[in-house]
């Protein structure tokens, strides 16, 4: 209540007052100081006001009033200054601290928002001149570290060193103040002075040897081989020792590598990810000796619940194409928490390699359980499936499984594999279909221009079709056996049997395959050579994978439809 008098005290006179001026321009030059002073203090607070309610053009026309009132109020410019900022305009902004500074310049805030402002502005030059004078006001020589990162950023590396170790000479060593040190003598390409430098820290923490390390690493990266060494020989640590390891990596002295390695190798202090790094780079460098071997099984005895380290094991030995021994670790690690994407696909398509059926349906099962959006699990089970003669299950999974593809050669895969399925399932429609929508992203894939062109051939079906797809494959792969027969059979579908006869005999000296040499046999029935046409029979049954009819053919020496 006597607040509200105040004001209204207050209003009134200053409106007594403003009448009694013939000039609006020398307004507060009759006000009593006091009261200007508190009218002053009075928009200044309703100014800050209206900026926290975000009403930034009422706050401005606030402060505008109190800058007429008094214009030599400091505060007033700051505020306005703040003002400006919130709306991006960093040069008015500037303008008007720079005014505040005038007026009071020992006030370390509208310093450090002058600091600001200039960030903003990216006037680094005189961002330096506002640290200085920060540091020269009392309670403020932490400002040197401010000064340090801005030298820093300037790349004026002297400049930054002395500003850090004046701060640093106040306040004690700082661990993060060391690592800036240390990256800008790594820029000047000064490995004495780092050292010399770090030297400090550790000196500070004689029994803590991750600095050691910390240095260590640095100079090994700059092939300071020797100044590393020293150091790490004075310690028996086992991460010391797979340093040294390292060294002894890079120098080629690999007996001595193997050495340091094993002394680190049962720790559980050292890394496990660097254990594995260092012996996958001497196993590049030296194949797999006794002693890694050793070392190798050493790993999945240490590690036995670490997938990764399993699937090493497992990546060793199918890079000596050692495919058991790889294909046994890398079951194990899928086993196990975390093993990732890619060690399941490792496994699966080792498998699928192997003619492992079950193993692999069994094992996409798995891995689509836990991603159950990756195309390449269910193509794999799809296909595996459809081998065992599953079509419906290998239909479902394919058809599910395609809407995940984002490669579109891996989608034109998809269909052909559907294609296959839905002509098992004598699903010709679909399987026409799935053909087709393979050939229309790849025109020129092999898989489905021979299995479409032979499966409409054996329904007699768009015959000429199917002839021009086979004629393409012959053109491009003239000795592929596969092909060969396709084009032949397409030839003797038509009754063009004297060129089938041509190109199913080519492909039956190229592969004695059950399946070849009866369509040769039967082309040679055809053509009247009947003694020809028996033999080749005979020796198809003997090959197998021939048709049901191939006893009666032998039998009564005649083709049936």
Not at 35 to 62: D, F, H, M, Q
Not at 118 to 141: C, F, M, Q, T, W
Not at 159 to 187: H, N, P, T, V
Request: with cysteine.
């Amino acid at each position: 209540m006597r607040f509200t008098i105040l004001i209204c005290f207050l209003t009134c006179l200053l409106c007594s007052l403003f009448a009694q001026q013939k000039k609006k321009n020398n307004i507060s030059e009759d006000l009593l100081p006091k009261v200007l002073s508190l009218k002053v203090e009075t928009l200044i607070i309703e100014g800050s006001r209206l900026i926290i309610l975000g009403n930034y053009p009422a706050a401005r026309s606030i402060f505008d009033q109190a800058k007429q009132l008094e214009p030599n109020n400091a505060v007033v410019y700051f505020k306005l200054a703040e003002l400006d900022m919130i709306i991006n305009a960093s040069e008015a902004a500037l303008i008007h601290i720079n005014r505040a500074i005038t007026l009071d310049g020992e006030n370390k805030f509208y310093l450090i928002f002058k600091a600001d402002i200039l960030s903003s502005l990216n006037r680094y030059a005189d961002l330096v001149d506002i640290y200085k004078k920060l540091i020269g006001l009392p309670g403020n020589e932490h400002y040197y570290f401010d000064l340090g990162a801005l030298y820093q950023f300037q790349q004026k590396w002297d400049e930054a060193l002395d500003a850090y170790e004046k701060g640093q000479q106040l306040f004690g060593i700082s661990e993060s103040i060391m690592r800036e040190r240390q990256k800008i003598f790594l820029q000047k390409k000064d490995l004495d002075a780092l050292e010399e430098d770090w030297n400090r820290l550790i000196d500070q923490s004689p029994n803590e040897i991750k600095y050691v390390l910390e240095v260590c690493s640095i100079l090994i990266m700059n092939k300071a081989y020797d100044q590393a060494m020293n150091k790490l020989l004075a310690w028996e640590d086992p991460n010391a020792k797979l340093l040294i390891s390292q060294i002894a990596l890079q120098q080629k002295d690999y007996d001595k590598a193997i050495i340091f390695l094993k002394q680190s190798f049962s720790s559980q202090e050292a890394p496990m990810l660097a254990k594995i790094q260092l012996l996958d780079a001497l196993i590049d460098k030296i194949s797999l000796t006794a002693s890694l071997k050793e070392l190798l099984n050493q790993l999945t005895q240490i590690y036995p619940m670490q997938f990764e380290a399993i699937a090493f094991v497992g990546d060793v030995y199918l890079k000596l194409d050692k495919t058991v021994e790889a294909l046994s670790n890398y079951r194990k690690a899928i086993a196990l928490e975390g093993a990732n994407y890619k060690v399941w696909q490792q496994v699966i398509s080792m498998e699928f390699q192997n003619l492992e059926y079950d193993s692999v349906m069994q094992h996409c099962d798995a891995a689509l359980e836990r991603y159950p959006n990756q195309a390449l699990f269910y193509f794999y089970n799809g296909v595996a499936h459809s081998i065992k003669k599953e079509f419906k299950t290998a239909i479902s999974l394919l058809s599910h499984g395609r809407k995940y593809v984002g490669d579109p050669n891996l989608l034109g895969i998809f269909y052909a594999q559907l294609g296959d399925a839905y002509n098992a399932l004598e699903q010709y429609a679909q399987s026409d279909e799935a053909y087709e929508k393979a050939l229309d992203i790849n025109p020129n894939n092999e898989h489905v221009l021979n299995n479409y062109s032979y499966f409409l051939c054996l329904r007699k079906q768009q015959l000429l079709k199917a002839q021009e797809m086979a004629k393409r494959l012959i053109q491009k792969y003239p000795k592929n056996a596969t092909y060969l027969d396709t084009y032949g059979w397409v030839l003797f579908t038509i009754k063009e049997y004297e060129e089938a006869e041509i190109y199913l005999k080519k492909a039956a000296l190229i592969d004695e395959n059950g399946t070849i040499i009866e369509h040769y046999g039967d082309v040679l029935f055809e053509l009247g050579k009947f003694q020809k046409a028996l033999n080749q029979w005979k020796r198809a049954q003997e090959l197998g994978g021939t048709t049901d009819s191939i006893e009666s053919k032998i039998k009564n020496s005649k083709l049936r439809d």
